[in-house]
């Protein structure tokens, strides 16, 4: 029998502190996105300081793009560390309990990113990267912990749109990067029109960041245990009861029940993580929760560092601009593909996630991510790289909504709604550290594979060859999410966990499992 205080949750209107909870729940989304964009034009300064290249004069104050990769890798194993150790803190002693602690490190080594010691470059990339690591393990804790909380809190019949609202708030952590970005460079710029403060400005830029994340550290801290931990977890009902009416326009009268109507102590429900009987009943939909969001984050990242190749052929030539004014111009880029493509297809997931189902947006942008990529890479030599137009950049900008319109938005959705709420953030963080490992391969193995000699580096396969590859990702995602993802729309939290103990797993006709 399920508990009361569970089904009036799933039934509750949409109200005020669902919307409020998006914010508080997102500001880290918001965070780690913003950290991730800032630092292409960020590496744009620090190139102009510590990367004089006087003796080639095609190489201008250009920073390795083992550096950037490397500033990016080590974030992104911060985040694994971070996914794992919360994820698992977040079910053995609550959501709220540790939510605080992983929006502080973020704040704190967001502004010790900014505070990098030494003037030498060395010592000066050293300590931006142990900074960066640091954030990374804050970023990578508030996955789990910001996806299952919004789960918990939200009803069944508009839980995913309240999912992915809070995974948008990336799309704005993109926009808000460019927008510093722009500001803190054109402040610069007509301060002094040149390269003098270009060591202070990325420091301001990377520390401004902390900003928002940093204001909503009060509100996360009066957030109450979500009422599914604690009458599920804890099992103490008549405080989920008092919780749940301090949040939500529910009387705790109406919800008092008898504690014989609570879950039996079976053998079934008293599994350990890990155990057979987790392995028989929820192995296979951690390892679809994982092995997609692998997938998409292999074809994400790489995408990201792709982007170097629009620079080159939009950004003026850095012999004619400062440093403010190059690093202006590669933030005006990332907010113009945010704003057309990233943003909107965010959006688009809030409105069909809860009409067409998970596994169908997911299957759909796998497919479309590999139609665009393919577009790009074949004629890639023989067209695209000498026309240059507005027709690559909406064929690159169609990789992004797709992908937001699809994986990227539903592997962070389904694993906050599968399993277990004594395993949920677990599970979620595994899931999230599994697609973290594929972000890395990403970042790493499309900077070595997409080069060719003149670039400095032993010979890759080429741009072409590299973007057929990640079509074939594309592909492979999308046969895993057909034959393994489970569909939960429109089902509670509680059924969604019984999907994996349903006899046979069987596919459904629309393709996903019931």
Known sequence: MALKVLTDLD????????????????????????????????????????????????????????????????????????????GRLGDLIGRRKVYGFALMIMVLSSFGCGHSICTSRTCVLLSLGFFRFLLGIGIGGDYPLSATIMSEFANRKTRGAFIAGVFSMQGFGILASSTVT?????????????????????????????????????????????????????????????????V?????????????????????????????????????????????????????????????????????????????????????????????????????????????????????????????????????????????????????????????????TTTFIVPAELFPARFRTTCHGISGAVGKLGAIIGSIGFLWASHNKKDGYNEGIGMTASLILLAGVCVVGMITTYFFTSETMGKSLEENENIGINEDHQNESVGGRA
């Open 11 to 86: 039934s509750a209107r949409t109200q005020y502190y669902h919307f409020k909870a998006i914010i508080i729940a997102g500001m880290g989304l918001f965070t780690d996105a913003y950290d991730l964009f800032c630092i292409p034009p960020i590496m744009k300064l620090i190139g102009r300081i510590y990367y004089r290249s006087p003796t080639d004069s095609n190489n201008l104050y250009e920073v390795p793009r083992t550096v950037t990769s490397a500033m990016i890798v080590t974030a992104l194993l911060g985040t694994v560390i971070g996914q794992l150790v919360f």
């Open 182 to 246: 722009m500001i803190v460079c054109s402040i610069f710029n007509r301060a002094n029109g040149g390269n003098d403060g270009a060591d202070l400005a990325w420091r301001l830029i990377l520390m401004i960041g902390a900003i928002p994340a940093g204001l909503t550290y009060y509100w996360r801290m009066m957030m109450p245990e979500t009422a599914r931990y604690t009458a599920l977890v804890d099992r103490n009902v008549p405080q989920a009861a008092r919780d749940m009416e301090k």
């Open 248 to 408: 939500l326009d529910i009387s705790a009268s109406q919800i008092v029940e008898e504690f014989s109507t609570y879950l039996p102590n079976s053998p079934r429900s008293n599994y350990s993580l890990f155990s057979k009987t987790f392995i028989h009943s929820h192995g296979l939909d951690l390892f679809a929760c994982s092995i997609s969001w692998f997938l998409v984050d292999i074809v994400f990242y790489s995408n990201n560092l792709f982007q170097s190749q629009i620079y080159k052929r939009y950004l003026s030539n850095n012999h004619n601009v400062n440093a403010f004014q190059e690093a202006f111009e590669v933030a005006k880029i990332q907010a113009i593909i945010a704003i057309c493509s990233t943003i909107p297809g965010y959006f688009a997931t809030m409105y069909f996630i809860d009409r067409i189902g998970r596994v169908k947006i997911q299957m759909m942008g796998f497919f479309f991510m590999a139609i665009t990529l393919l577009a790009i890479g074949i004629p890639y030599y023989s067209y695209w790289n000498n026309n240059t137009n507005i027709g690559f950049m909406f064929l690159y900008g169609l990789t992004f909504f797709f992908s937001n319109f699809g994986p990227n």
